[in-house]
């Protein structure tokens, strides 16, 4: 059940460095909107507009931002855009493949962006389903460790769905079935335990071992990449050990 994601634990630094910098308001406040459009206005009668506020609050996004998007989504507030969901597909440096979601008012300025990013930073962009058919779709909910430790959390989450439970240091991440997201979520709350998110993921199932200096190629494109302002996420298959990390951190 247990295991441990050196990638997730380096994507999880990376998101907590990314929200401090407020990289990520916009883009949270933009799930937001389009979860109200989905599913309706309601957190309580829609899952995934629930998750997408609880992550914008854990994120430090001022609640009034939070309430325009939920009403411009539900319509009850003018001014929504028109959002896209638009994947792309690519390669890095190393070979490493590379997942892209954009959420878009503007198809072709999204797909400019990415395109200049991946080419300035020794990326390729692939034909549709070249790279999509080695990554997983799965349910990842992560929570602060606090006074917790695994087997708290297996315990509570096991009879959800929950497949395993990685160590990410100061936090745990539960990973499922995509369709035992809200069951896992809920657990841990019954369980009295507070998360961070819960947020669809992609899995690698085959991943590439990087060097120090493929590492440093490969998250500077993915910075890249996420610096537009379209791009909500980047799935890799990369594969940065221990040792490269601590060579990294001493950059």
Known sequence: MSGHSKWATTKHKKAVIDAKRGKMFAKLVKNIEVAAR???????????????IQKAKKTSVPNDNIERARKRGAGEEAGGADWQNITYEGYGPNGVALLIECLTDNRNRAASEVRIAMTRNGGNMADPGSVAYLFTRRGVV???????????????????GAEEVNDLGDHFEVVCEPTDL???RTALQDAGIDYDSADPDFRASVEVPVDADGARKVLKLIDAL???DDVQDV?????IS??????????
């Open 142 to 160: 992560t929570l602060p460790k606090n006074e917790l430790d695994e087997d708290d959390v297996l315990m509570a989450v096991l009879d959800a």
């Open 182 to 184: 809200v069951a896992v």
């Open 242 to 251: 221990d040792e490269v990390l601590a060579e990294l951190e001493n950059d």
């Open 226 to 228: 996420e610096d537009s």
């Open 38 to 52: 989905t599913g309706g206005g309601d957190p309580a009668g829609n899952p995934t507009l629930y998750d997408a």
């Open 235 to 239: 799935y890799s298959n990369v594969d």
